[in-house]
């Protein structure tokens, strides 16, 4: 048994799995029948059952019936179970909790919190510490909230800035210059 494992999309499989995933032939299924009563039938392109079309949710925008209901719930709760373990989800959460029900909270999404994170590498803008769990905040409450007013900090660090009204008066210009220079790259990056 080969115990070495690589990563795919979906899960870690053993690499002699993968390989014979490859190899194997790829089986040409109808994707429409006829049961004996008349009715039409197609086939779930996850779970290959042949099914009614009320099996199916309807849409306006396909053409082709894909996954049944069962499957697209599966698959649906499989993705909101995989984005609530996602840290940038956590500090979207938490930052939106924060913000309140604004129109800027609501633009912001995973992506822009990748992208902050990522121009402070994964650090605490003020302390330049690397956290675990790491809180999105507003840099200057003055500023709407966008990419280029968020700032990663601890938590810690977080709960003190919250009650901050102007980050010249409350932390060292250097602090300010360094964490300002930051979130000018994020926005041409
Ligand atoms: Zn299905």
């Given at each position: 048994m ?14 002699a799995a ?11 299924l ?12 197609h ?7 042949m ?5 199916f949710?309807?849409?306006h ?36 909790r924060h913000?309140?029900?604004s129109?800027?909270a ?9 992208a902050?994170?990522?121009a ?11 956290a ?39 932390y ?18």
């Amino acid at each position: 048994m080969n115990v070495k494992k690589i990563n795919c999309v979906r899960a870690t499989i053993p690499v002699a799995a993968a390989a014979t995933r490859v190899q194997a032939p790829r089986m040409r299924l109808a994707l429409h029948a006829t049961a004996p009563d008349g009715a039409s039938l197609h086939r779930c392109t996850a779970c290959a059952r042949m099914l009614p079309v009320t099996h199916f949710y309807a849409s306006h925008t396909k053409y082709r019936l894909h996954r049944c209901k069962r499957c697209a719930t599966r698959a649906q709760r499989a993705y909101m179970a995989a984005r609530r373990t996602s840290p940038y989800f956590r500090m979207l959460c938490t930052l939106r909790r924060h913000a309140g029900r604004s129109e800027h909270a609501r633009r912001f999404q995973e992506a822009d919190v990748a992208a902050v994170v990522r121009a402070f590498h994964g650090r605490s803008a003020l302390s330049d510490k690397p956290a675990k769990r790491l809180v999105l905040v507003r840099w200057r409450p003055s500023a709407p909230l966008h990419p280029g007013n968020a700032v990663p900090l601890t938590s810690r660090e977080a709960a003190a800035h919250r009650a901050v009204r102007c980050v010249e008066d409350a932390y060292p210009a250097a602090a300010v210059a360094r964490t300002d220079t930051r979130l000018r790259q994020t926005q041409t990056a």
